[in-house]
């Protein structure tokens, strides 16, 4: 059974930093493409950030290009986001997601197998 587990989320003020974790246990994480996507208060759901199974390829959403940075450890079956320069409208529900597939990069999100319960950031001014 595919498990997908987020943490690391938390209340931090504008301008800090943070970093999100996601475990998967159940695959084989290195054939999966890797994503984080994120859902505001009443906004539609949107694609972060997202790294290939080998990790050297990585797409980034402009909203946040420059201030986060996707990674993963593939030894340790997780998934990293780290967060800098963070702005009360980066508060949202972060969720990551697994592809089958470990070739190519996307935030279509229906190109996503497995999902997380989601980890919540919340930026204060």
């Known amino acids: 059974q595919v498990q997908v587990v987020e943490s690391g989320g938390g209340l931090v003020q504008a301008g800090g930093s943070l970093r999100l974790s996601c475990t998967a246990s159940?695959?084989?994480?290195?054939?999966?493409?890797m994503g984080w996507f994120r859902q505001a208060p009443g906004k539609e759901r949107e694609g972060v950030s997202c790294?290939?199974?080998?990790?050297?390829?990585?797409r980034t959403a402009g909203s946040v290009k420059g201030r986060f940075t996707i990674s993963r450890d593939n030894a340790k079956n997780t998934l990293y986001l780290q967060m800098h320069s963070l702005k009360p409208d980066d508060t949202a529900m972060y969720y990551c997601?697994?592809?089958?597939?470990?070739?190519?990069?996307?935030?279509?999100?229906?190109?996503?197998?497995?999902w997380g319960q989601g980890t919540q950031v919340t930026v204060s001014s």
């Open positions: 159940g695959l084989t994480f290195g054939d999966y493409t």
């Open positions: 997601a697994a592809a089958r597939g470990a070739n190519y990069l996307t935030l279509a999100q229906q190109t996503y197998n497995y």
């Open positions: 790294i290939t199974g080998s990790g050297t390829s990585t």
